[in-house]
């Protein structure tokens, strides 16, 4: 199409789809160099960030390192306060057992010493907040075991400084057996609290 125009190009008008507002006239070194600038920033960007990585890396197999090195010592720390945690539970409930119950236990356990006929010996005694326990042996030379055991226990039920505090005293167990050749019988007996 022909297009008639006799209006110089100065003074016309121009128009929104006009070929002329949208051509910019930029050199095509400028451009060339903007891209190549553009290209090194995104390179240097992405070198500082490979350096960061890489220090970080060190920084980290470093701590790493010391944390193995550190690892021993925190599970020995780590079993002792577990076991401190322990001796204080048991330490509580000790303390609570002998103070708010008001149980004076030297003289008790001067009475179960006294108590003790010839041949019968107390091996281990234990105490919770149920009972006091306690596992002996008897040896004689008379075959009388079990009234030891007996004489024992009818010793501790008669003295009122023991028995006080207690609600029942019974032989929960009792067992002969032989030992290098001569009879031992083994005993159980529990003292419960009131």
Same mark, same amino acid.
């Given at each position: 199409?022909?297009?008639? +125009?006799l209006?110089?190009?100065?003074?016309r008008? $121009?128009g929104?789809?006009?070929?002329?507002?949208?051509k910019?006239?930029i050199? +095509?070194?400028?451009?060339?160099?903007?891209?190549?600038?553009?290209?090194?920033?995104?390179l240097?960007?992405?070198?500082?960030?490979?350096?960061i990585w890489?220090?970080?890396?060190?920084?980290?197999?470093?701590? +790493?390192?010391?944390? @193995? $090195?550190? &690892?021993?010592d925190?599970?020995?720390?780590?079993?002792?306060n577990?076991?401190?945690?322990?001796?204080? $539970?048991? *330490?509580?409930?000790? /303390?609570?057992?002998?103070?708010?119950n008001?149980? &004076?236990?030297?003289? $008790?356990? +001067?009475?179960?010493?006294?108590?003790?006929?010839?041949?019968l010996?107390?091996?281990?005694?234990?105490?919770?907040?149920?009972?006091?326990?306690?596992?002996? /042996?008897?040896?004689?030379?008379s @075959?009388?075991?079990?009234n030891?055991?007996?004489?024992?226990?009818s010793?501790?039920?008669?003295?009122?400084? *023991?028995?006080?505090?207690?609600?029942?005293?019974?032989?929960?167990?009792?067992?002969?057996?032989?030992n290098?050749?001569?009879?031992?019988?083994?005993?159980?007996?529990?003292?419960?609290?009131?």
């Amino acid at each position: 199409m022909i297009d008639i +125009n006799l209006i110089p190009l100065t003074l016309r008008k $121009k128009g929104k789809g006009s070929e002329s507002a949208l051509k910019i006239n930029i050199p +095509n070194e400028i451009l060339i160099g903007v891209g190549v600038g553009l290209a090194l920033l995104l390179l240097t960007i992405h070198v500082i960030l490979g350096v960061i990585w890489f220090i970080g890396e060190g920084r980290l197999s470093h701590a +790493n390192a010391e944390w @193995q $090195k550190v &690892l021993p010592d925190k599970k020995i720390l780590d079993d002792i306060n577990g076991q401190s945690v322990d001796l204080k $539970k048991k *330490f509580k409930m000790m /303390s609570d057992m002998t103070t708010k119950n008001g149980i &004076l236990w030297a003289p $008790k356990f +001067n009475a179960i010493s006294d108590a003790l006929p010839r041949g019968l010996w107390i091996r281990k005694m234990g105490l919770d907040r149920i009972a006091l326990t306690m596992e002996g /042996s008897v040896v004689s030379k008379s @075959q009388n075991e079990i009234n030891n055991v007996g004489l024992f226990l009818s010793t501790l039920k008669q003295n009122e400084i *023991f028995i006080d505090d207690f609600s029942s005293l019974e032989v929960n167990s009792i067992q002969r057996g032989r030992n290098n050749s001569i009879d031992v019988t083994d005993f159980t007996v529990t003292a419960k609290l009131k």
